[in-house]
């Protein structure tokens, strides 16, 4: 069994920074990636970033070189540091764990970007 919980979502005004965590606890294993997805009203969820356990990141076009993505291994933690906030990133953000092909969630926070 596998528990993500994230925090960190808020408002915030467009052109700024939240920084968003989500810590994994239960049977996790030392191979696997973490990240992030978003869900805006009316839309599929999508990819925004991941890490994976070796280093190697993966960004959604739409967030290269506004957002970044890490981690701390050792507490099994991701972050999202999303910089430079567009109103179309105003979204839920779930966390994601995937080990052994099999997906993990957290329940959702919100970031809303006003302009």
């Known amino acids: 069994q596998v528990q993500l919980v994230e925090s960190g979502g808020g408002l915030v005004q467009a052109g700024g920074s939240l920084r968003l965590s989500c810590a994994a606890s239960?049977?996790?294993?030392?191979?696997?990636?973490m990240g992030w997805y978003r869900q805006a009203p009316g839309k599929q969820r999508e990819l925004v970033a991941t890490?994976?356990?070796?280093?190697?990141?993966n960004y959604a076009d739409s967030v290269k070189g506004r957002f970044t993505i890490s981690r701390d291994n050792a507490k099994n933690t991701v972050f999202l540091q999303m910089n430079s906030l567009k109103p179309e990133d105003t979204a839920v953000y779930f966390c994601?764990?995937?080990?052994?092909?099999?997906?993990?969630w957290g329940q959702g926070t919100q970031v809303t970007v006003s302009s």
């Open positions: 890490r994976n356990s070796g280093g190697g990141t």
């Open positions: 239960g049977s996790i294993f030392s191979l696997n990636t």
């Open positions: 994601n764990l995937l080990q052994r092909y099999t997906p993990y």
